[in-house]
């Protein structure tokens, strides 16, 4: 990790009607960092990771990706950027090899590209005898790492994970946080949303919201030193009761 901000927000915002989802969240997240974004669902994690990966444009403030301005350069961000969302990752009618070739195309790998990259992506993931099954068929684990994998194809910059890890048991969503961990050792930027508190320990550092605000940003360590918990449960707890009596 490098003392290089490759996310910026200033203020950033987004309302829909009168309804605040984002209310002027300011932060920065540095190269090669594990960023935890937390909070309870209807927090507007989802809504802020939407703005900063150039799928939804903000009411105001400012932010950049990688470089690129999130209002001006939304298409840029969507090539510099890997993205992979609990809801739609991968296609399940389809097969292994054939989700790899696709999102291959669409990120713009050539053909030779997407065939050592097929290659690679099955024998690190112990599925070359799986390549012609359905995606649909695979158990969650595998479907989880498999998106994880190809949101990194094109070796982007950034990768965003919207919640990856939902739904699937405590012993693969630690193995899912290794394939997380060996990304940003190779320097890869890991902003990930997620509701698990626990999972908030494996980040270098974690922002959490509540009610569209950030309510507190440091590392998970200096989180519950300042608020006296002994887990970040507790750090969340605590917080949420603050602020709804604020």
Known sequence: MTHEPVII????????????????????????EIFGFLGANGAGKTTA???????L???????????????????????????????????????VKENIRLFGTIYGLTQRQIGDKTFQLLRKLGLSDEAKQQVGALPLGWKQKLAFSIALIHEPKIVFLDE????????????????IYQAAHEGVTVFVTTHYMDESEYCHRV???VDGRIAA????????????????????????RTTSLS
Do not use: C, N
């Not at 203020?11 to 002027?24: C, E, I, N």
């Not at 990771?49 to 799928?55: K, N, Y």
């Not at 940003?217 to 949420?240: C, G, H, I, N, W």
């Open 9 to 32: 927000a200033r203020q950033l915002t987004k309302r829909f009607g009168p309804f605040t989802a984002v209310d002027a969240i300011s932060f920065e997240v540095e190269k090669g």
């Open 49 to 55: 990771m939407r703005m900063l990966t150039g799928l």
């Open 57 to 95: 444009t903000p009411t105001s403030g400012q932010a950049s990706v990688a470089g690129f301005d999130v209002f001006r350069s939304a298409e840029q961000i969507k090539r510099h950027i890997g993205y992979m969302s609990q809801r739609f990752s991968l296609y399940e009618d389809l097969t």
């Open 164 to 179: 990856p890890t939902g739904g699937v048991d405590p012993v693969t969503r630690r193995q899912f946080w290794e394939l």
């Open 207 to 209: 922002s959490i919201m």
């Open 217 to 240: 940003l440091d590392t998970p360590r200096q989180l519950k030193l300042t608020y006296e918990a002994d887990s970040m449960d507790e750090v969340f707890v605590k917080l949420a």
